[in-house]
Structures are given as C-alpha cells and as structure tokens.
C-alpha cells in the first residue's frame, strides 16, 4: 500500500515557542494510525498543520503525492482531507441535518447521492436521525461529536484527521463513537486519531506515534505498545 501522508521533520512554532520540534511518520492508504501523548505533547498543532490551519516553520508535508503547501485551504476537503476539530466545530444554529448538508458542500455529485449518504449517517447514528430538525448547538455534548463525525463524512474524506473524539463524553458514548470510527475505517477511509484515551486509541488502531515535548519518542504496532512497559507507565496508567 502507498502512503496518503508523508511527514518528515515537520517544525511548527507559536513565535518564539517551539511546539513541534521536527516529527517524521507516515500513514498508508487505508491505515488506522493513533497519535498519543501527554498534554501540550504538540498532537492537536500536528493535526491543525496538516488541516492547513498552522503554517510549518520547517519540513515537509506530502499529502496523496503533492506538497500539502501547494494545495489551497479551500481545496483541502475537495482533495479528500478533512478534520474533526477538538470542541468539534459544528453549526450551531443549524440544524443537524443542515450540517449534513453543509458537510456535502464540496460534493459534485447528484443530490440523490448525498441523500443516500444523510441516510447512511441516519443508519449509522440513529440518535441524529430523532433530532434531524433539532438546532445542532441544543444537543448534548456526545450528540454533537456524533454530528462532527458525520458531517466530515458527507464530505467523503480519503483521510479524515480526528481530534480527541472521546474528550468529555460518557463511557457508553465514547464506545458507540469508536465502533463507528472502526467502520469508517471499513469502508476505506484512511484515519489519524489523536487521543487522551491511549488504552483506547491502541485497541482501535493498528500503528501508532508517541509524541512528548515536540518529538516523536515512540512508534510502532499499536498492540504492541500497548503491551510497552513503558507506554503503560507513561500513558495507560498501568
Ligand atoms: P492536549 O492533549 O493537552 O490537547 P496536545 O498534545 O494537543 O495537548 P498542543 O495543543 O498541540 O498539544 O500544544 C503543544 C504546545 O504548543 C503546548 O506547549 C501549548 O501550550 C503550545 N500552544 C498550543 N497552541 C498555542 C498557541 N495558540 N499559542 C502559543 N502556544 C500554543
């Protein structure tokens, strides 16, 4: 399998603070590839550069063969690259399936296939489908990163980038979100999946990255990290 993402000694600072500290990883077509670490490890910049948000001050970004720099903002979701942000970004004063709709925006395909899709997330989330009319913003908390998740989808992403799906939800939710982000992955999308919940990111994936202070300090087979000592000292509370 060729590689969606090539890094290669990505640097990316806030003005005079050094947050990454020139990373290299890869992701393969189809893969399920984890990013864990510490608070302030640098997990969330690394996901908003490749979303296009921060500018790298070094380094290298290949993205589905291109320089991630020569391809637009506005283009990104087009060419299939797509984020679920950490406090999940949707709109509010829409209602959900308007966010469905608005996910689908940069879709030039038939109507009735993008209906197709709102129905497959419907499937997917039954829980979106009671509150179709419902404005997104009044919903919970899990409701709404169930909402994210699919929204991103409708935009059919080759490489969907998700920010800590897990933070602030009940452990029920949380386990629901993860059985849909193993589906997703079914039907051929290929996921990086940044995560507090480093016991649940390795279940999930097959490979992952350890980052501390800037830096990659691990990589591997995800079981097998979790079965690292020193990852479970570290990360899994072990
Ligand atoms: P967490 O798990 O706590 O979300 P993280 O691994 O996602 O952490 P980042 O949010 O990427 O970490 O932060 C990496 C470093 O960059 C931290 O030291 C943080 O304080 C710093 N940082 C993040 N955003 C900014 C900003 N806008 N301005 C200045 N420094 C920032």
Same mark, same amino acid.
């Given at each position: /399998?060729?590689?969606?993402?090539?890094?290669? &000694?990505?640097?990316?600072?806030?003005?005079?603070?050094?947050?990454?500290?020139?990373?290299?990883?890869?992701?393969?077509?189809?893969?399920?590839?984890?990013?864990?670490?510490?608070?302030?490890?640098?997990?969330?910049?690394?996901? +908003?550069?490749?979303?296009?948000? !921060?500018?790298?001050?070094?380094?290298?970004?290949?993205? /589905?063969?291109?320089?991630?720099?020569?391809?637009?903002?506005? &283009?990104?979701?087009?060419?299939?690259?797509?984020?679920?942000?950490?406090?999940?970004?949707?709109?509010?004063? !829409? $209602?959900?399936?308007?966010?469905?709709?608005?996910?689908?925006?940069?879709?030039? &395909?038939?109507? @009735?296939?993008?209906?197709?899709?709102? &129905?497959?997330?419907? =499937?997917?989330?039954? %829980?979106?489908? @009671?509150?179709?009319?419902?404005?997104?913003?009044?919903?919970?908390?899990?409701? #709404? #990163? /169930?909402? *994210?998740?699919? %929204?991103?989808?409708?935009?059919?992403? +080759?490489?969907?980038?998700?920010? =800590?799906?897990? /933070?602030?939800?009940?452990?029920?939710?949380?386990? +629901?979100?993860?059985? $849909?982000? %193993?589906?997703?992955?079914?039907?051929?999308?290929?996921?990086?999946?940044?995560? #507090?919940?480093? +016991?649940?990111?390795?279940?999930?994936?097959?490979? *992952?990255?350890?980052?501390?202070?800037?830096?990659? $300090?691990? =990589?591997?087979?995800?079981?097998? !990290?979790?079965?690292? @000592?020193?990852? #479970?000292? *570290?990360?899994?509370?072990?």
């Amino acid at each position: /399998m060729s590689n969606i993402l090539e890094v290669k &000694d990505l640097k990316v600072s806030y003005g005079a603070i050094q947050a990454i500290k020139g990373i290299s990883f890869h992701i393969k077509q189809g893969e399920m590839v984890a990013l864990i670490g510490a608070n302030g490890a640098g997990k969330t910049t690394t996901l +908003k550069t490749l979303a296009g948000m !921060l500018k790298p001050a070094g380094g290298d970004i290949v993205y /589905m063969g291109k320089q991630l720099s020569s391809i637009k903002n506005y &283009d990104l979701i087009r060419e299939g690259l797509a984020l679920v942000p950490e406090g999940r970004g949707i709109f509010g004063r !829409l $209602t959900v399936t308007e966010n469905l709709e608005m996910g689908a925006y940069s879709r030039t &395909d038939s109507k @009735e296939a993008i209906q197709a899709d709102i &129905d497959r997330m419907f =499937e997917i989330f039954p %829980r979106l489908k @009671e509150r179709a009319s419902q404005l997104a913003g009044t919903m919970s908390g899990g409701e #709404q #990163q /169930m909402l *994210a998740i699919s %929204r991103a989808l409708m935009g059919k992403p +080759k490489l969907l980038l998700l920010d =800590e799906p897990s /933070m602030g939800l009940a452990p029920i939710i949380v386990q +629901k979100i993860f059985e $849909t982000i %193993r589906e997703v992955a079914k039907d051929g999308v290929t996921l990086l999946l940044v995560e #507090q919940n480093a +016991k649940l990111a390795l279940q999930t994936c097959q490979r *992952a990255y350890v980052m501390d202070g800037g830096k990659i $300090t691990l =990589e591997g087979d995800a079981k097998e !990290l979790l079965h690292d @000592e020193a990852v #479970q000292k *570290a990360y899994l509370g072990e």
